[in-house]
């Protein structure tokens, strides 16, 4: 198996695209700052990860940026530094904040030109137009837990991406479904018959950080630090080819 062997590249955006755990991080300092025991970065983005995967399984309908307002009030609760609603409505209106990582749009424009790509997003389609635009590339699909009514590692949404795909004459052999979490992503992927290529962007920190520790490391066929090292996995396929 080689990255040529696939047509069509699926992402998660947020942890794999747009550095989602610094975004967090920084839009929770008006809460942390208030917050009398010290939190470390980990501290931070773990609690977060249980309360977005319980809220995400309580109310799989609510979009994103309303579940990331009730997410803020469960984490005010928890480190004992009550928020107001409208704080916690403003934390729901970061997304679009949120930063790409430095690669993202480089590598993403280099694999627009040998790939089709989709995107398969826990969020909500506004908050994702916001980071869109930081990404400055013209995906094939888009794919968001707004449409689809239910929040990944549910394997519903990988089903619902595959019926979409096949409309497009797209098939699962076509495909590599490319994310940085193990939990949402690389596991359903798993279940769904996909091959997989992991975008490791935490090697350096370890842990699983916002997201929710998969517990048995899910298999995948690639595994790259960066979306930098995929595109250039793929110009030394080529140049081998050549």
């Known amino acids: 198996m080689n990255l040529r062997s696939f047509t069509t590249l699926t992402f998660d955006c947020y942890g794999t695209l747009i550095d989602w755990e610094s975004g967090m991080v920084k839009a929770l300092e ?7 025991r010290h939190l470390t970065r980990d501290d931070i983005l773990e609690a ?5 995967s319980a809220q995400q399984a309580a109310t799989p309908a609510k979009r994103y940026s309303e579940l990331l307002a009730v997410v803020y009030k469960r984490l005010a609760e928890e480190w004992g530094a009550p928020a107001a609603w409208d704080e916690c409505r403003a934390y729901g209106s970061s997304v679009g904040d949120w930063p790409a990582f430095s690669d993202s749009t480089e590598a993403l424009q280099y694999l627009k030109q040998h790939f089709r790509l989709v995107i398969l997003s826990n969020v ?42 096949k409309t ?13 979490s193990l939990f949402h992503d690389h596991a359903p992927a798993n279940q769904a018959g996909l091959a997989s290529c992991w975008i490791h962007r935490r090697h350096a920190a370890g842990g699983s950080g916002a997201t929710m520790n998969p517990g048995a490391t899910p298999r995948f066929d690639f595994r790259f630090t960066s979306l930098a090292e995929l595109a250039a996995a793929h110009r030394s396929e080529l140049g081998a080819k050549g």
């Open 30 to 36: 008006p809460l942390t700052s208030r917050v009398e």
């Open 124 to 165: 909500d389609n506004e908050s994702y137009a916001l980071s869109n635009d930081k990404l400055a590339v013209d995906f094939d699909a888009v794919y968001t837990a707004e449409d689809i009514g239910s929040y990944k590692p549910s394997l519903r949404n990988f089903e619902y991406m595959l019926g979409k795909l």
């Open 168 to 180: 497009l004459g797209i098939g699962k052999s076509d495909i590599l479904h490319t994310a940085e």
């Open 48 to 52: 977060h990860a249980r309360h977005e």
